[in-house]
């Protein structure tokens, strides 16, 4: 199967994202990060590989967690990324992407954080905060 392109840019245009995909999956996360990070749960193009960033003068990335980093536009302020900070994983924002429209929405993580107050209506496969991170800790051994 051909990798698709995928081309994302922050709401000034400063920044501009090009990344390959295998699928064209959406995860949500509910953590209180990056609720607070974005305004909301964070939908993420999950898989993105061979990423290239221009624009890179206005890129800030904040060090959010001993494993983790996130992109954003220092001049709009849009959040663009996850990433490790090895780089080996990156969660493109779907909200940045153009020409997603086809996407699927994969799964939720951190479900066990989100505010009762909000329900995605989507049939996803849901993960806790432990659950998902316990996936990190088998690949490892």
């Not at 999956?25 to 909301?40: A, E, F, K, Q």
């Amino acid at each position: 199967m051909a990798k698709r392109r995928l081309h994302a840019h922050c709401l000034c245009g400063d920044i501009k994202i090009d990344a390959k995909v295998d699928r064209l999956r959406v995860s949500v996360c509910h953590c209180d990060t990056c609720r607070r990070w974005c305004g909301g749960p964070f939908m993420a193009i999950e898989g993105a590989g061979d990423v290239t960033i221009a624009g890179i003068d206005s890129l800030g990335v904040y060090a959010s967690s001993e494993w983790g980093e996130r992109g954003s536009c220092k001049r709009c302020g849009s959040a663009l990324f996850f990433r490790t900070k090895d780089a080996s994983h990156y969660g493109l924002s779907a909200m940045a992407c153009t020409d997603i429209d086809d996407a699927e929405l994969s799964e939720q993580i951190f479900i066990d954080s989100k505010p009762s107050w909000y329900d995605l209506a989507n049939d996803t496969k849901k993960l806790t905060g432990m659950e998902f991170l316990a996936q990190f800790a088998s690949d490892e051994g």
